[in-house]
């Protein structure tokens, strides 16, 4: 079994910088790929930045330039760094991850519960 914890959202102040960690655990071989996606009540989930174990990235319009994902292979971590936060931005970000539990497997897909950011004006 593999599971995603994220932590490190909280209440802050439009302008203001939060730092996101999502640790993968369990039965891993390894992982391609780990991204942030973020939903609001009644929105479709939305990607906010994916990283693959090659280091590629990938980032939504909304957010580049201001984000910045990041990843500690050895860690099995991945990272999501936020500056110049705006209201929009507030969300619950979900961690994603395409893990591989053996050699001979194919990749699985894995979410996170869910940290909530939000940012006040």
């Known amino acids: 079994q593999v599971q995603l914890v994220e932590s490190g959202g909280g209440l802050v102040q439009a302008g203001d910088s939060l730092r996101l960690s999502c640790a993968a655990s369990g039965s891993i071989f390894s992982i391609s790929a780990m991204g942030w996606y973020r939903q609001t009540p009644g929105k479709q989930r939305e990607l906010v930045a994916t990283i693959t174990m090659s280091g590629s990235t990938n980032y939504a319009d909304s957010v580049k330039g201001r984000f910045t994902i990041s990843g500690d292979n050895a860690k099995n971590t991945v990272y999501l760094q936020m500056n110049s936060l705006k209201p929009e931005d507030t969300a619950v970000y979900l961690c994603?991850?395409?893990?591989?539990?053996?050699?001979?497997?194919?990749?699985?897909?894995?979410w996170g519960q869910g940290t909530q950011v939000t940012v006040s004006s």
């Open positions: 994603n991850a395409d893990i591989y539990y053996s050699k001979w497997s194919g990749p699985r897909n894995y």
